[in-house]
């Protein structure tokens, strides 16, 4: 089985930062895509930036050069700077991981975190 647990999402005022956590728990063999996504009331879930595991970036017009993600191999986590935040930010922020699992459900596998809100004040 593989687990993500996600941190760091708040209340913030705008033009603030914010920086969410994914980690990946588990029989992980490898993972290959790592993405953060964002869903607000209302609205269909983005993709907000992603990430492959040769370190390229892709990001959502709406956040380019105010969103940073990063990942760390070796502890399995993905990061989400969130600088200069505006009131439309606000949403719940999912992780969602590409990964190879070597117990349970052995192979590729999507996972999606459990989300964490970010509410960004006027």
């Known amino acids: 089985q593989v687990q993500l647990v996600e941190s760091g999402g708040g209340l913030v005022q705008a033009g603030g930062s914010l920086r969410l956590s994914c980690v990946a728990s588990?029989?992980?063999?490898?993972?290959?895509?790592m993405g953060w996504y964002r869903q607000a009331p209302g609205k269909q879930r983005e993709l907000v930036a992603d990430i492959t595991s040769g370190g390229s970036s892709n990001y959502a017009d709406s956040v380019k050069g105010r969103f940073t993600i990063s990942r760390d191999n070796a502890k399995n986590t993905v990061y989400l700077q969130m600088n200069s935040l505006k009131p439309e930010d606000t949403a719940v922020y999912y992780c969602k991981l590409g990964l190879v699992s070597g117990g349970g459900v052995i192979g590729y596998l999507e996972v999606w975190g459990q989300g964490t809100l970010v509410t960004v004040s006027s």
């Open positions: 588990g029989s992980i063999v490898s993972i290959n895509f």
